[in-house]
C-alpha cells in the first residue's frame, strides 16, 4: 500500500475496483446465457409447427385468390342479368 494515500482512499479505490470487475464480469454471463437460452429454444420449438405456420399462409394465400375469382365472376353475372 502506499503511504501517500491514505489508508481509507486506498480502501474506497480497491472496493470500486472490485466492483468495476464484478459489474464486467456479471455482463459477460449474462450475455452467454442470453445467447444459450436462444440456441435452446431453436431446438425445442417444434418444426412442424413452423411448417404448419407456412403452410397455413400458404393456403390463406389461395384461399384469398379463390374468393376474388368468385366475386368477380359474380359481378360479371349481375351486369349481364341487369342489361337483360
Known sequence: MDDEKSVLEQMTDAMNNAAGATKEAA??????????????????????????????KKTSAKKSAKKAGKKAAKKKNKARKSRR
Open 27 to 56: 455482463k459477460t454471463i449474462v450475455k452467454k446465457v442470453k445467447k444459450a437460452a436462444r440456441k435452446v429454444a431453436k431446438k425445442v420449438t417444434p418444426k412442424k409447427a413452423k411448417k404448419a405456420k407456412k403452410a397455413s
